[in-house]
């Protein structure tokens, strides 16, 4: 486990975790998503690395014994049964402590609040290097790059399974893993490189993601790639002589507020399919540690 209170997933939890076994992304061919067809933006459905449909792993289930609440009209003036749903907090891929309530009709989601459920607030185990420099405490901007590239990579992993891509995600969480547990830089950016080439590649996450969830931080799309980004930078500055402030300064970037975060995700997840919602969320993946995002209590 990666975070302190055990609320990151791990990557030695089963599956094909590549990235002890030379190239992590030899099992595929070209882009690995090319086997998926139709609308890109089915991300609930998922592909499995052989092309094949995932039945589940990862997949949102509904809580048992629900019943439809009433009926609404839609755009067509149709009667649709209007579900009421709880996501989270102990839903596969979801950030931890985060509850959303939604209202669906068909599959599209009429209604979304956004609450909060164990966040400690307490400050954020990515964040901590930084906070100790704060303090005055001795840090170095490798520890704070360190703990910056582990993060980028732990959302990452998330994102990359809810959208399918199951082999991708494990050998990102395998690298964080080994990253926080210290592994040199000449040793992690060959690997971060052959992950970046292989995600960055991917035509159909590409699709899949552009356009989704428009922000004042961009897209799905330009999310994850940000992560990347950050995460090659992050490990470039390792064994650098920066100070923690510089390297911290070098990953600011104008974008979400973090106390608007809850009210962008009930906003963004208005009049999307529940699958979309899904990778619109793994994109934001709030912290609830961290005390910039203010707690919502149901």
């Given at each position: 486990?990666?975070?302190?209170?055990?609320?990151h997933?791990?990557?030695?939890?089963?599956?094909?975790?590549m990235?002890?076994?030379?190239?992590?992304?030899?099992?595929?061919?070209?882009?690995?998503?090319?086997?998926?067809?139709?609308d890109?933006?089915?991300?609930?459905?998922?592909?499995?690395?052989?092309?094949?449909?995932?039945?589940?792993?990862?997949?949102m289930?509904?809580?048992?014994?629900?019943?439809?609440?009433?009926?609404?009209?839609?755009?067509?003036?149709?009667?649709?049964?209007?579900?009421?749903?709880?996501?989270?907090?102990?839903?596969?891929?979801?950030?931890?402590?985060?509850?959303?309530?939604?209202?669906?009709?068909?599959?599209v989601?009429?209604?979304?609040?956004?609450?909060?459920?164990?966040?400690?607030?307490?400050?954020?185990?990515?964040?901590?290097?930084?906070?100790?420099?704060?303090?005055?405490?001795?840090?170095?901007?490798g520890?704070?790059?360190?703990?910056?590239?582990?993060?980028?990579?732990?959302?990452?992993?998330?994102?990359?399974?809810?959208?399918?891509?199951?082999?991708?995600?494990?050998?990102?969480?395998?690298?964080?893993?080994?990253?926080?547990?210290?592994?040199?830089?000449?040793?992690?950016?060959?690997?971060?490189?052959?992950?970046?080439?292989?995600?960055?590649?991917?035509?159909?996450?590409?699709?899949?993601?552009a356009?989704?969830g428009?922000?004042?931080?961009?897209?799905?799309?330009?999310?994850?790639?940000?992560?990347?980004?950050?995460?090659?930078?992050?490990?470039?500055?390792?064994?650098?002589?920066?100070?923690?402030?510089?390297?911290?300064?070098?990953?600011?970037?104008?974008?979400?507020?973090?106390?608007?975060?809850?009210?962008?995700?009930?906003?963004?997840?208005?009049?999307?399919?529940?699958?979309?919602?899904?990778?619109?969320?793994?994109?934001?993946?709030?912290?609830?540690?961290?005390?910039?995002?203010?707690?919502?209590?149901?």
């Open positions: 486990m990666v975070h302190q209170d055990g609320n997933d791990t990557a030695h939890d089963g599956g094909d975790h990235g002890h076994q030379g190239d992590p992304h030899t099992a595929h061919q070209g882009d690995p998503h090319t086997a998926h067809q139709g890109p933006h089915t991300a609930h459905h998922g592909m499995s690395d052989d092309g094949d449909d995932m039945a589940g792993g990862g997949g289930e509904m809580p048992a014994g629900l019943a439809m609440a009433e009926r609404t009209e839609d755009r067509d003036g149709l009667k649709l049964d209007q579900l009421h749903l709880t996501l989270g907090p102990l839903l596969s891929e979801w950030p931890t402590g985060l509850v959303l309530r939604v209202a669906v009709q068909g599959d989601i009429q209604q979304a609040r956004a609450e909060t459920v164990g966040g400690t607030g307490d400050g954020s185990f990515w964040d901590e290097p930084s906070e100790r420099a704060r303090r005055g405490e001795p840090v170095t901007g520890e704070v790059a360190r703990r910056t590239a582990g993060h980028r990579l732990d959302s990452l992993g998330r994102l990359l399974e809810v959208a399918g891509w199951p082999a991708a995600a494990g050998s990102a969480r395998w690298l964080r893993d080994d990253l926080l547990g210290g592994l040199p830089a000449a040793l992690a950016a060959p690997r971060l490189g052959r992950l970046v080439r292989h995600v960055g590649r991917s035509r159909v996450l590409s699709q899949m993601t356009g989704l428009q922000a004042s931080d961009g897209d799905v799309r330009a999310r994850y790639r940000r992560w990347l980004d950050d995460a090659v930078r992050a490990v470039a500055s390792l064994n650098g002589p920066e100070s923690p402030g510089v390297v911290r300064a070098s990953f600011a970037r104008p974008g979400m507020p973090p106390g608007a975060v809850l009210e962008t995700i009930e906003q963004l997840v208005v009049g999307t399919e529940l699958g979309v919602a899904r990778l619109v969320v793994a994109s934001i993946d709030p912290d609830l540690d961290d005390p910039r995002i203010a707690a919502r209590h149901g």
